[in-house]
């Protein structure tokens, strides 16, 4: 009997994920409706919304590049290039002028796609894990989890999580290369990335450990901590002629946003809520909801901690090695909390719940997401009351 022909084999792979491509398409033109009803009610300009947040700094990025020194004041230096470079490059590949709305449609373009691949992938990730059937509820998951607002804005998580998610599913298979390359990219696009460079050295030390040193297949895995590094290496480089200091990102973040590690982030955070909850915040009656999200977050992003736990032995090293980076480092931001953003960086937290939740629970977990996903987004898209 012939081998099935690569064409074929497409097809197969296809077929497999079509659940979720369906529902990652829907997803999309329900917040694509948020949006314009928010344009026609809220009277906010539609691609402002798509742009909104972080959108903002990319699109300035994408038309003006980098200051040369480092300001105070928020700047684009808080940003990483290679997002804002995918923006340029779609949009001075289509015959339009160079206008904000061109940009802003070029970005969430990028996001749109790079989003598809992020779900496919995870889908993929989780049936490998669990099963085909907790695949495709894992995918549709994370098409549903509020945090995927990123993919129809012109927001850098878009581009960074199929690459993060390719890169450990090419840990798992060994394509060491790939893999590196994979990385490295990704550690252009944001600093949550870096993640990836333990992941990376860890899945290395495992193959080492397994096959030993002398063993030319076990020492090629040495490519993907060393290719990881690239993407940032080379980002620093250029920030040092450019701005006379290699860490002139991340100072922008600190001086622009006071960004910062801090292990009493969260103590922090509570502290900030419990003041605003008290009697003497009733003048001011607005509670800044980045609070409450954040709090709900790290509940959130603990107890999908604990369930991934439980299913160690079925989920990769490099998978859990991720998920614990990410997880580390929105618990200790001291300016974006664990909010949907992040949480959905560390997809595998998220995505294990779909494990362990089946049959009518699934589709109340479901629809639930669907909702918070369209209310939620709806305050992203408008000013500055919910961050994505």
């Known amino acids: 009997m012939a081998a099935p022909s690569r064409l074929t084999r497409w097809a197969i792979s296809l077929s497999a994920v079509r659940s979720t491509i369906l529902i990652y ?3 999309r033109a329900l917040l694509l409706l948020v949006a314009s009803l928010d344009d026609v009610l809220r009277h906010h300009a539609f691609n402002h919304e798509l742009a909104n947040w972080d ?14 020194s480092i300001s105070h004041l928020p700047t684009t230096l808080g940003f990483f290039p290679l997002y804002p470079t995918a923006m340029w490059a779609v949009a001075h590949a289509a015959p339009l002028p160079d206008t904000i709305a061109n940009r802003t449609f070029a970005g969430v373009l990028v996001s749109g796609v790079g989003g598809l691949a992020a779900a496919v992938l995870v889908h993929r990730l989780a049936a490998g894990w669990w099963g085909e059937r907790s695949g495709r509820r894992a995918g549709a998951l994370f098409c549903l989890f509020p945090g995927s607002v990123v993919f129809s804005m012109a927001y850098a998580e878009g581009l960074m999580l199929p690459l993060a998610a390719g890169c450990i599913l090419a840990l798992e298979r060994r394509r060491w290369i790939i893999a590196g390359v994979l990385a490295g990219l990704a550690t252009a696009t944001e600093p949550e990335a870096l993640a990836l460079i333990p992941v990376c050295a860890v899945s290395a030390a495992l193959e080492l450990r397994r096959r030993g040193w002398n063993g030319r297949g076990a020492r090629r895995s040495l490519f993907a901590p060393a290719l990881s590094l690239t993407g940032v290496v080379a980002f620093a480089a250029f920030l040092w002629s450019w701005t006379g200091t290699p860490v002139a990102s991340l100072r922008a973040q600190r001086y622009g946003w006071h960004e910062r590690t801090d292990p009493l982030a969260l103590v922090h955070l509570a502290r900030g809520l419990a003041r605003e909850l008290s009697f003497s915040h009733f003048n001011h009656p607005t509670i800044n909801l980045n609070l409450v999200v954040g709090l709900l977050g790290a509940a959130i992003l603990t107890g999908g901690l604990v369930l991934l736990f439980r299913t160690r032995r079925q989920v990769s090293v490099e ?12 618990l200790t931001s001291e300016y974006t909390p664990p909010n949907p953003r992040l949480l959905i960086t560390a997809f595998p937290a998220v995505v294990v719940i779909a494990h362990f939740v089946k049959g009518r629970k699934y589709l109340w977990l479901a629809c639930a997401n669907a909702a918070l996903l369209a209310g939620m987004s709806s305050l992203t898209f408008i000013g500055t009351t919910l961050r994505p």
């Open 319 to 330: 998978a859990l090695v991720w998920t614990v980076g990410i997880s580390l480092l929105a």
């Open 25 to 27: 398409l829907g997803t």
């Open 55 to 68: 959108g903002l700094w990319y699109r300035e990025l994408a038309a003006k590049g980098y200051p040369t």
